[in-house]
């Protein structure tokens, strides 16, 4: 659902998809709030929609597509 709302945005192409399932620190880090958006050390958490992936894109200066 996530990598969706991303391909809305226009900016799946930007995206590195990283499985955390045989990484201890990071499935310990982000568990349930999973998937998660990170851009520099800022993070969009899941649950996120539309809106607040074109919020968090902006406030990232992340060019996207509406």
Known sequence: MAYELC???GVANQVDII???FDDELF???GVTI???NNNG???NWPFD???LY???E???ITHHK
């Open 59 to 61: 406030d990232n200066g």
């Open 28 to 30: 310990s880090r982000y």
């Open 55 to 57: 919020n968090w894109l």
């Open 50 to 52: 539309l809106q607040e």
């Open 42 to 44: 800022k993070e969009l």
């Open 7 to 9: 391909q809305q945005a």
């Open 35 to 37: 998937p998660v958006l």
């Open 19 to 21: 499985d955390i399932a």
